[in-house]
């Protein structure tokens, strides 16, 4: 995902600022510990795990200030 996509996207706009990315299984765990099982989101922020529906990917918030309102 870095060079793929974040780097490219640096090299193109400028400074870009990460909100949220990779998560580890266990912090993970502890956020959606009151709210959703670990598992439905293991496709979303964990990238090397199946979520129950079998999807793999990799998320990241992503804000490119050059697009933000000034």
């Given amino acids: 995902m870095c ?3 974040l780097e490219p996207l640096r090299d193109k706009f400028g400074g870009i600022n990460i909100l ?3 998560r580890s299984a266990a912090l993970n765990d502890f ?3 009151n709210s959703a099982s670990n598992g439905k989101d293991y496709a979303g922020h964990i990238w090397d795990r ?9 998320t990241a918030c992503v804000v ?3 697009f933000a309102d000034k």
Avoid: I, K, Y
Wanted: contains cysteine.
């Fill in 50 to 58: 199946r979520d129950v529906d079998g999807h793999m990917g990799a």
């Fill in 64 to 66: 490119v200030p050059s």
């Fill in 31 to 33: 956020c959606n510990r």
């Fill in 20 to 22: 949220s990315s990779f």
């Fill in 3 to 5: 060079t793929q996509l």
